[in-house]
């Protein structure tokens, strides 16, 4: 199953390393990555896939979450499906 | 890949701008409950609910965890309980509603509908004791919703219903004062009814529908709103291709939210209803979308003309996006839910006669508006007729959702709470309907009915 992760908040260094870790860790596959900084907030959109994932979807929305706001940062998952059906005909 | 642009696009809409899967409602079919002894009836309903609906709400969570999309409501419609009811050997009908009640805890849905009755052209002896039963279920019952159904296009208005409704909102009003009279917020008369409406407190479960099915009910006004905010000044065209644009989008959601609800309940999905439903929050506002265009406060004129292309491009956007549309689908202008409706009823530019004008030209009707506590039945009454008249010849749904505030008058105010929000005491007329509504019978079916 392929998802969306994205992380939204102030830049900094390791930002990226970080996440990566954390989805290596749950044998989440990063299939995708594009980031941008603007004004000083960083933006980093990953496709993901999610097939081998250790955890439940619910658990691994809910480590990145806790692990985003420990660190000041806004971190989601969400099935790909959702943008596709919002923004594909 | 999706590009970023669209992703974050979607975040904002759910973030900031109140997007969300307003409802999912499982209907169940209670025909197969009927029974000559009450209690084994109520036993069945209890019994069949609790097995058709028991994982909904974990199915619902779960899926707004992986999609990220809040689903506000999960609900139960049933089929109207007098037609289930007229098959037991009792007078007393509120047993009914504490069944769908226990049932609706038990299942820990939000809301259950369909204590109801359709009485367009005439009442059975279970009708009557199902309207009957209305004020002391809505006040012993929590979150049960109840509805009848006085009027449609196909078969005229039944004015004794009409005349009895009155009474039975005064009555529900009167056992629910402690909380403002909040029986009458799920209580609601229907022109045109819809069998397959997943909104409450108007939901049941039509006697056409399948035993079980799932309906989802779309929201966004904050998506619309922050969508016509970068077209200020533009001309209408541009206004109504930017609001199919979006509703297009939000509709999307919904039928992957309800497909989705569907496969994995294995219950077959039925419609997706296409509705602009607010809530009280600031920036998830039906009538800031209404000023938006260009009105100083919802109310003024120009407000129909508004409305009516709002309702319109909701629906010409949302019906591509949907395998199936259905429910009420239009914007809905419940005053006491809507933050702009509020401020517009308290300053005195949004009238009764004005939302009146506005419910011929979207769904649904007058909906949780609150009058002052000593508006007589009849009163009542008689704005159940006119909205009932509106629905009947124009074909379309229209509904009555009144609360005579006990105690209250204009100028006060109503706190529900939560998604019911408050609403301001809004005047009505003070002039007598009485023998108007004391004539009874029927009021017939417009020509255009006989299409035959």
């Known amino acids: 199953m392929r998802a969306i992760v994205t992380v939204i908040g102030k830049d900094r260094v390791g930002i990226i390393a970080e996440v990566c870790a954390l989805l290596a860790g749950h044998q989440v596959n990063v299939l995708d990555i594009s980031q941008t900084v603007l004004q000083e907030y960083f933006t980093m959109i990953m496709l993901v896939d999610t097939a081998a994932c250790t955890a439940s979807f619910t658990e691994l929305r809910d480590c990145l979450r806790q692990a985003g706001e420990s660190q000041g940062l806004d971190i989601r998952v969400q099935r790909e499906d959702i943008f596709n059906a919002m923004h594909r005909i | ?452």
């Open chain 2, 1 to 452: 890949m999706i590009n970023s642009n669209e992703i974050l696009d979607t975040i904002r809409m759910i973030d900031q701008q109140h997007l969300d899967v307003r409802t999912v409602t499982m209907g169940i079919s209670l025909l197969d409950c009927c029974d000559a002894d009450p209690q084994r009836a109520c036993g069945k309903i209890y019994d069949k609910i609790v097995r058709s609906a028991r994982d909904l709400v974990k199915t619902g969570e779960a899926i707004e965890g992986e999609f990220g999309i809040p689903i506000v409501n999960k609900r139960i419609s049933v089929t109207p309980i007098a037609l289930v009811a007229g098959a037991s050997e009792t007078e007393d009908y509120v047993p009914f509603a504490k069944a769908l009640d226990a049932a609706r805890a038990e299942t820990g849905v939000n809301f259950i509908g369909g204590f109801s009755a359709l009485v367009q052209k005439g009442m059975t002896p279970a009708d009557e004791r199902l309207i009957a039963a209305i004020p002391q279920a809505l006040a012993e019952t929590e979150l049960v919703c109840a509805s009848v159904n006085v009027g449609s296009t196909k078969a005229g208005i039944n004015m004794d219903a009409v005349a009895r409704m009155g009474r039975v909102i005064k009555d529900t009003a009167a056992r629910t004062a402690d909380r403002g009279g909040f029986g009458c917020a799920k209580l609601v008369v229907f022109c045109n009814a819809v069998e397959d409406n997943p909104f409450m407190a108007g939901a049941f479960h039509g006697v056409s529908e399948a035993d079980r099915v799932i309906n989802v009910g779309v929201s966004g006004p904050g998506v619309v709103h922050h969508a016509l905010q970068a077209v200020k000044g533009a001309p209408f065209d541009v206004v109504a291709e930017t609001v199919k644009k979006t509703a297009f989008r939000v509709t999307r959601m919904g039928q992957l939210v309800a497909q989705e609800a569907s496969r994995r309940l294995g219950v077959p999905f039925g419609i997706v209803d296409l509705s602009l439903a607010p809530t009280p929050a600031v920036g998830d506002s039906v009538a800031r979308i209404l000023e938006e265009m260009g009105l100083e406060t919802c109310g003024t004129h120009g407000t129909t003309a508004a409305l009516a292309l709002l309702n319109d491009a909701v629906k010409k956007g949302g019906v591509m996006a949907s395998s199936s549309v259905g429910g009420l689908s239009g914007a809905f202008i419940p005053v006491s839910e809507d933050e702009g409706m509020i401020a517009a009823a308290k300053s005195g530019v949004l009238t009764l006669d004005k939302l009146e004008a506005m419910t011929c030209v979207c769904s649904v009707g007058l909906d949780m508006i609150a009058v002052p506590g000593d508006t007589s039945a009849e009163t009542l009454s008689a704005i159940i007729a006119d909205e009932a008249a509106i629905g009947m010849v124009n074909t379309k749904t229209t509904a009555v959702r009144l609360i005579p505030a006990p105690g209250m008058d204009v100028g006060d105010t109503v706190e529900f709470g939560g998604l019911l929000g408050s609403a301001p005491v809004m005047p009505v007329h003070r002039e007598s309907c009485a023998e108007f509504i004391a004539r009874g019978g029927r009021i017939p079916a417009p020509m255009h009915s006989l299409k035959n």
